[in-house]
């Protein structure tokens, strides 16, 4: 069973930046796919970003795009999201998530417990 581990979330400003980390301590997931998720006040939780187990290949929403990093540490069995510009409507909890197949956008098998990250205007 991957355990899957999140940090970083925390309160910031409009415009600034955060890092959240994804760690699988114990567990190589080297070849998995990892993605982020987050899940805002009163809303649905929704995708936000996936890298493939190479790292070659990225996936982002239209809402993050442009703003959100995914990269992963296969050294360090960690995955990350580097968020910059945050706006208001970025606050939820972000959730990382793993799976041994390609596919991006659904049906992971490992959750972490999430971290919260507040953007105040």
């Known amino acids: 069973q991957v355990q899957l581990v999140e940090s970083g979330g925390g309160l910031v400003q409009a415009g600034g930046s955060l890092r959240l980390s994804c760690a699988a301590p114990g567990r190589t997931f080297s070849s998995y796919t990892m993605g982020w998720f987050r899940q805002g006040p009163r809303k649905e939780r929704e995708f936000v970003a996936a890298?493939?187990?190479?790292?070659?290949?990225?996936y982002y929403a239209d809402s993050v795009k442009g703003r959100f990093t995914i990269s992963r540490d296969s050294a360090k069995n960690t995955a990350y999201l580097q968020m910059n510009s945050l706006k208001p409507q970025d606050t939820a909890v972000y959730y990382c998530?793993?799976?041994?197949?390609?596919?991006?956008?659904?049906?992971?098998?490992?959750w972490g417990q999430g971290t919260q990250v507040t953007v105040s205007s």
């Open positions: 998530a793993a799976k041994p197949r390609t596919d991006v956008y659904t049906d992971y098998d490992y």
């Open positions: 890298i493939s187990g190479s790292g070659h290949n990225t």
